[in-house]
């Protein structure tokens, strides 16, 4: 009888300790908690290394939902001055003198290099939930960098999504994908993506730096710092206009 209550007992112990697992659409909500932004200003910098040297850009940004944000360059002097604007599903961007001009980028353009980093216009300016976005599966568990990180493979749920599949690496504690693997619908690797560091900031946990990885360029890969963020300020909706472009 004493033998046949361990045996029982060793069968129902890893059931429970699945049962207690999170679900994959758990674990979205809680990375969205963190990474998806009502509202806020920004300084970042990126430090872009490509295939003859690397160059270090850095910005300040106004967001505001998933569908308007502005960034603004502030240095080297070769890119101060210039401005990229999001408005649903159009970005325009503004050249200074001596060009003075203004471009719209939609469609397929969105998914272009961003001052040939290895983030898109997509990329850059993503705020999207990704509950609303991907179906997601748990695959199993590892340890990442000492942390313990949930595996899950995210299925884009319908057609037009960047990224037709993801796999993502989800610290279990701080609910951020450490890592990240961005697949097209032909199963290739397109971009990898880590988060080397973070802070808190406002009760959340936040990327401070992370790397990017475009596969299918020359390139080392990108460096990405958040230098400053501010999740309670109010961010007027003139800042959010193509009029601000040429201010």
């Known amino acids: 009888m004493k033998r046949l209550l361990i045996y029982l007992s ?36 990126m430090i872009i290394h490509g295939r003859t040297g690397s160059r270090s850009i850095t910005s300040k ?4 939902g998933n569908d308007k944000a502005f960034v603004e360059y502030l240095s080297p002097a070769r890119e101060k001055g210039k401005k990229m604007l999001k408005l649903g599903d159009k970005i325009w961007t ?10 719209t980028i939609s469609g397929h353009l969105l998914r ?20 609303e976005l991907y179906d997601a599966v748990v695959e199993g568990e590892e340890l990442l ?13 319908m057609k037009g999504v960047t990224y037709h599949s993801r796999k993502i690496w ?4 701080r609910w951020l994908p450490l890592k990240e693997e961005r697949f097209a619908k032909s199963g290739k690797l397109l971009k990898t993506t ?38 309670k300020v109010n961010v007027p909706d003139h800042q959010l206009t193509k009029a601000a472009l040429r201010k």
Request: one cysteine or more; charged letters at 25%; a negative charge.
């Open 10 to 45: 060793l069968l129902v112990f890893p059931l429970t300790l699945w049962a207690q697992a999170p679900t994959g659409e758990a674990i979205l909500r809680n990375i969205d908690k963190n990474m998806v932004i009502e509202q806020a200003v920004s300084r970042s910098r």
């Open 61 to 64: 940004a106004w967001i505001k």
């Open 94 to 103: 503004y050249t200074p003198e001596p060009h003075d001009r203004i471009i």
């Open 112 to 131: 272009q290099s961003v001052m040939g980093s290895d983030l898109s216009y997509e990329d850059m300016t993503d705020n999207d939930k990704l509950i």
């Open 145 to 157: 960098n000492n942390r313990h990180c949930f595996v899950v493979r995210l299925t884009a749920k």
């Open 170 to 173: 989800v610290d279990s504690e």
């Open 194 to 231: 880590e988060i080397l560091n973070v802070f808190q900031v406002d009760g959340r946990w936040y990327p401070k730096e992370m790397h990017f990885k475009d596969m299918l360029s020359r390139g080392k890969g990108t460096e990405y710092f958040i230098e400053s963020i501010d999740f």
